[in-house]
């Protein structure tokens, strides 16, 4: 496949789910977002702390529309959700 054609699917796919991220906290408490991470064992101790909890949220609202890789990259592997994460 050609990417525009990759990234059209991406988009029809997100298109039909933009419902779920409607329910995604429009206000973050810095410290009680990385509380959460850290109780779901997830990427918590980064500075990045809001890129981590945006797509920690995502994971937990997407994961039965799309197929997330798990891949590991030289020495960078992308993080699976835990079994703890729940929205």
């Known amino acids: ?3 525009n054609a990759l990234l059209q699917k991406d988009i029809n796919l997100l298109s ?3 419902k779920k ?3 995604l906290p429009t206000h973050w408490d810095g410290k009680a977002c990385v509380l959460e991470l ?3 064992d997830y ?3 980064q500075i990045e ?3 981590l909890y945006f797509e920690y949220k995502c994971i937990a ?3 039965d529309s799309f197929q997330i890789p798990v891949k590991k990259y030289n020495n960078v592997m992308q993080i699976q959700p835990s079994e ?4």
């Open 38 to 40: 850290k109780e779901a």
């Open 61 to 63: 609202l997407l994961r």
């Open 1 to 3: 496949m050609y990417m």
């Open 16 to 18: 039909r789910n933009i």
């Open 49 to 51: 702390w809001w890129a």
């Open 84 to 87: 703890k994460q729940k929205v």
């Open 21 to 23: 991220t409607k329910k």
């Open 43 to 45: 990427n918590w101790r």
